[in-house]
């Protein structure tokens, strides 16, 4: 059997799931227990598990880092909420130099189990400081592993990954994806990081993308097809690890490829994966590697100006038609 | 030796007869029954302290050597003249208690019975030391010895050890975690979100501010609204003001004490001011001309090896005893500094390991 859900929805039952499996689980956040979280993805926590392992916490950043992290290296497997992405940098010692760094310092000696969730993105008209995409900077750090779903069935399945590896990982909910639905089968469902997977077929170019992107890139692909181009869409689903392998074993196939990334341009995740395309496959490729991305701009509020900037499926089929051509 | 003065409280004089009820743990004894008859604390205790002072000062001495003679690079923040704090702290801890300190943390890593030949060659980054030459000075940790990391941006670790804290609560263990930070760290933002929280969760936890009344090169009175860093702001975290003289490893391992059964009792963090000097610069680079010569040698006055050692021959402590502590952290230096010196240098295969979980590095398949 299988239900209809939202991102919103797999976001608790992901949770839910991963308390009742290992009771050494415990959440932390600003609003996420007696409000059930600002996007309400985490409503019916706190009455299922109590105060004591769904925490309210004060707008304290570090705080909740540190928090997090610290428990972390003594036997507990928290979950902490930074609310927006953006408010990473309020925090970003502990994200970028405590966190990663500490069990390459100590030799292996500390193991930080934990999961860092948070709202990224833009497409909710909230303005440059509550809409950045971010996981680019995430992705640049050694030692932090880095996830982002674009559907409610990964959303579980990658979140309870993220909270069983051993590792730090940042899990990143696309926005703007909460309120969208998705078939998710019943049960348990615990995926892998780091495994890419090809949600569309095609032969003529491969679009690269992640989380809101993936929608978009599949939207462009129909249209494409219309136009007498097959599109094969990969949804990345984690920047750390990477799959590289499914990567180039498509483009080597389609011998084309676009990437479609939600951040600013430059040093956008697109822009590593068209290098190792070009390192290891560049005899393959018949078109130029292109990147659509965000312009390199903050994002502006006004949403006849936001909806103009984010790669949108316009955007994505006019690089296809101009690679393949 | 921490292990053996800290079964001292079994050694003390009054207290089965002064509690009808059993004690409950470590904590209830250690809070109560140090105190001889005579009303200073037990000679194994205080001889303890010395033991934790003069093996400090002997490795920073060395260190500092060691240094002067290029075999350890980089940069390196010794705690010369500031060992009574760590001391005092690491006599009052239980071993499974969790310490969490800075990069000036070679004191609080040994003070925890670090092995001296693992830290030693980890500030000449050697494969033997206890990071495998992958943390270095700033980095020293030994978690099966409960410290858990010294860490290098200031206030970093306040909200970690705040973690350990929370961690300890939810298991039930009665463990506390106990975490040093100098004076400059009470000016940002990480001191003031970490002792909130502390308080609003009653974690068992123990803040020490070392206030050697600078910063770096900047003291702390000239950038700072009030007087006393820590113990002023206390009072904003529903904590209350605690002043400590830490240069006397005694008053700190009272209040140490204290503080840690209160922790373990589910009664909630505490913040302690130590008031403190270092006898040398901020780092090794740091001569530290800026302090004025009066304000230097007032402070060495009260070097807390000479005064302690002048103050436990003063009460009864033969010099015999004092020497013998004496020569064992000398031979134990020696012993440790030869052990680095001959110790391999990291294989470079080395620099790939331990990123991840498994062990390896890998980003990609």
Redesign the interface.
Known sequence: MAELITYRDAVARGLAQEMRHDETV?FIGEDVAAAGGVFKATKGLLEEFGP?RV?D??I?????????????????R?VAEIMFSDFLATCW??VA??IPK??????????L?LVIRTANGGGLRFGAQHSQAVENWAMSI??LKVVAPSNPKDVIGLLAAAIR???PVLFFEQKSLYPTKGEVPDGEIVDEL?VATTVRQGSDVTIVALASMVRRAVEAADELDSLGISAEVIDLRSL??????TIIESVKRTTRMITVEENPRLCGWGAEIVS?VAEECIWHIDGPLTRVTTPHIPLPSADALEDEFLPSVERIVAAAQKVVQ | MSATTKSAPEQGTDHDADDATPATGDDAEAATADASADGHLDDVVRLGLYEQVVRIRTFEERAYRLFMEGLVKGTSHLSLGMEAIAAGFGEAMRADD?T?CTYRGHAHTLARGTDMGGVMAELLGRATGV?????GSM?L???EHGA??S?A?I??????????????Q??GTGQV?VCFFGDGTTNI??FH??L??AK??DLPVVFVCENNLYMEYTAIGDVTAVEHPAADRASAYGLPSIIVDGNDPEAVYEVATEAIARARAGEGPSLIEAKTYRHGGHSRADPGTYRPAEEVEAWLERDPMPTYRARLQETGITEERLEEIEARAQSDVDAATEFAKSSPVPELQ?AY???????G?????
């Open positions: 415990h004591e925490r916490t004060p304290s950043e570090e705080a909740i880092l540190g928090a997090a992290m610290g428990a972390a290296m003594t036997g507990i928290p010692d502990l130099v405590e500490t069990r390459y310092m100590t030799d292996g000696q500390i193991s189990p050694p030692g590896d051993p590792d780091g750390v690890p990477l799959d590289t392998n190792i | 969790y969490f990071c495998g030459g992958k943390g980095h940790t030994s978690v858990m990391g860490y941006i206030g970093a670790h306040l909200p970690i050890a705040n973690g350990a804290a929370w961690s300890a939810i298991r975690a933002g990480a979100e970490a909130n929280l609003v969760w080395a390991t331990n990123v991840w979980a498994d062990g590095s890998s980003w990609r398949n």
